[in-house]
């Protein structure tokens, strides 16, 4: 498994540097942008209330550390968080200090990369996995898989689309995003190796003018095996 993630990964293509620089620009106009985050904040509780004080938790494209890493780390979790961008890294060390932030790419993450954090307890990605192609996304996803502990938990945010890399305008920005539909996501998480327990589809309609409204998917999963 550990190779195969490896191996595809090496045969893509990636170029994150406009996507880092995008981030780094938006700064703070991202949380004004995104004010309501319940489907984040309901993953937070889940996880709060199945995982010990203590445990460990990935937060994967951690942003400014509102309020996923935050909520986290009042419930007692240890959060490692990483992001692209070191704009959003440096606002996340500012708003949740007792947190560990590290810029990185989640490929940096994959078995044998080179950034090695350990294992963990549960993860999240809220909408960061949205980020990449999609030819990129069940590499990510076994990545994620293989950083859990057994029975490890995953919180997972996307958008429901139908997209690969596409280019769309944010926040006088523009960043490049996929999406599926929500079968065709269901699977690529199945295969990846990840139970879903509980799946939650929610229309959300942006502050900003220049964003369209939306159909957000969270999806709480457990690793098989």
């Known amino acids: 498994m550990g190779d195969g993630i490896d191996s595809g990964y090496a045969a893509l293509r990636r170029d994150r540097a406009g996507q880092a620089a995008a981030f780094d620009a938006l700064g703070a106009r991202y949380d004004e942008a995104f004010p ?32 996923t890493a935050r909520r986290l780390v009042d419930a007692g979790l240890r959060v490692v968080g990483i992001d692209l961008s070191p704009g959003m890294v440096e606002r996340a060390r500012a708003n949740v200090p007792e947190a560990d932030f590290h810029q990185a790419d989640i490929a940096d993450l994959r078995p044998g990369g080179p950034v090695d954090l350990g294992r963990f307890d549960a993860a999240t990605a809220f909408f960061s996995l949205l980020m ?45 995003v996929s999406g599926h539909p929500r079968a065709e996501l269901r699977r690529i998480v199945a295969e990846a190796g990840f139970e879903i327990v509980r799946e939650t589809a929610t229309g959300y309609a942006p502050e900003a003018a220049d964003v369209p409204p939306e159909v957000q998917l969270l999806l709480h999963c457990r690793r098989v095996g």
Do not use: N, Y
């Open 36 to 67: 309501h985050k319940e489907g984040q904040l309901a993953a937070g509780e889940w996880l709060a209330a199945s995982l010990p004080p203590g445990s460990r938790v990935l937060d994967l494209g951690c942003g400014t550390g509102v309020p």
């Open 132 to 176: 990449l192609p999609r030819a990129e996304i069940p590499f990510a996803l076994a990545a994620i898989r293989g950083l859990l502990r057994e029975r490890g938990l995953f919180a997972l945010a996307m958008v429901e689309a139908d997209a690969d890399d596409m280019p769309v305008p944010f926040l006088g920005q523009t960043i490049r």
